[in-house]
Nanobody
Framework: QVRLVESGGGLVQPGGSLRLSCAASGSGAGFLIMGWYRQVPGKQRDMVATVRKDETIEYATSVKGRFAISRDYAKNTVYLQMNSLKPEDTAVYYC?????????????WGQGTQVTVSS
């Protein structure tokens, strides 16, 4: 059973920084993809940043140069360092992992953590 535990959200002023963490458990061979998505009310959930098992990283255009994703393979934990935060970064941030089990891909989501950027 895959379990995701997120932490690190909160309220920050524009220009500030936050660090999100997501500790994952339950994968036998390690997750194929770990990352972060975000969602605001009334809109779809969008990819923020992902890191694959082969260390390939992808960022949304809107966060490039400001956010940095990293992954601790030994701890199965993924981090999102968010710098130079803007009000438009306000959203619920969801941890995401993809696993490959018995020849099938499975997606798992965390419970979400609120990030609010406001003065």
């Amino acid at each position: 059973q895959v379990r995701l535990v997120e932490s690190g959200g909160g309220l920050v002023q524009p220009g500030g920084s936050l660090r999100l963490s997501c500790a994952a458990s339950g994968s036998g061979a390690g997750f194929l993809i770990m990352g972060w998505y975000r969602q605001v009310p009334g809109k779809q959930r969008d990819m923020v940043a992902t890191v694959r098992k082969d260390e390939t990283i992808e960022y949304a255009t809107s966060v490039k140069g400001r956010f940095a994703i990293s992954r601790d393979y030994a701890k199965n934990t993924v981090y999102l360092q968010m710098n130079s935060l803007k009000p438009e970064d306000t959203a619920v941030y969801y941890c995401y992992v993809q696993d490959f089990i018995e020849f099938r891909f499975f997606d798992f989501w965390g419970q979400g953590t609120q990030v609010t950027v406001s003065s």
